[in-house]
């Protein structure tokens, strides 16, 4: 007797690590829902879905926000397959910029899809799960979930937020074993968050490193559904940073500031804007960021600010 295939939902499912985990996903054969807001690069992934192996194939433009339509969406998949066995929560967007300077509207609409997105799947998924007594709920976290960054307040909010959402998930399910909720908390992932942010700091974004593929990440998640867990962590330096910001806080917030600004940060200057956070810039969704080598980019950002400082003198 073969297995039925899984039914699987994905949102951020047109780019980086949603994207990846829906070619996995498809490379099983499953029954897939992909939801993000634009449709063109969604109708993209689920092309490659389809070559991938998928059963099926379904794109949903919803906001994760929108707790009604994502409630309405969830429900239409669960009456067409009568289940859903794995929902994979990676819809986000980030803000760059001093706390003052990121307008109130932006800190809230970026709080609005990373937290109240991921509850508002959490709402519409877990009954059901419960009642079969079975279900994989994966929701994207981030190493930046258990430290301080500067200049991305929203995102460190919104992160910290979504570890603690997990852990409560977790604990509330803990009398249904088939049910499992596991946060994936990635380092830097090569992705186009970073040129889809919304920015008030003056330069462009980037992933500092150690970067990791969207495709390394999307692994996690499989190893999230295959073998449950509370926290799959994907990244080489997220060990040192959680333990430096727990045992040497005063070393952390001293190098923390120095290292962000030229890791972090691209030298290209970006006009201030709301980027991504209230509504898609579709064209720029795709697997890779394609932002160049972050070593090279970090080598040359200190080497700028050493000539900055050498003219000074
Ligand atoms: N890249 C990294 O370095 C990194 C590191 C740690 C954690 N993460 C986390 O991983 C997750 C995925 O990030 P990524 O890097 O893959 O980002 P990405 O490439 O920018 O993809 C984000 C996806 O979310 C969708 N989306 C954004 N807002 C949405 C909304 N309101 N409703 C529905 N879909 C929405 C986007 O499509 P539309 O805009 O068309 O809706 C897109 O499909 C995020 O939670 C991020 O915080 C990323």
Known sequence: MTAEPVVGVVTGASSGIGRATAHLLAGRGAHLTLIARGRGPLEETAIECRAAGAASVHV?????????????????????????DVAVQSAGVVAYGPFVDIPAAVFDGVLRVNVLGSANLARSVLPGMRERGRGSFVLIGSVIGAIAVPQMSPYVVSKWA?????????????????????????????????LQAANYDGHVGRPPPPVVSPERAARAVIKAIDRPRRTVDVGAANKLMRVGFTLLPRVFDALVG?????????????????????????????VHGEQGSSVVATARAVGTKAVHLLRRD
């Open 162 to 194: 979504i570890r603690s959402l997990a852990r409560e998930l977790q604990l509330e399910n803990r009398d249904c074993r088939g049910v499992n909720v596991t946060c994936v908390t990635p380092g830097s992932v090569d992705t186009p968050i970073y």
């Open 60 to 84: 949903m433009t919803v906001d994760v926000g929108d707790s009604e339509a994502l409630e309405a969406a969830i429900r239409e998949i669960q009456s067409t397959h009568g289940r859903i």
């Open 258 to 286: 120095p290292l962000f600004s030229v890791s972090g940060r691209d030298q290209a200057r970006a006009a201030p804007g709301p980027g991504n956070v209230f509504e898609s810039q579709a064209a720029l969704n795709r």
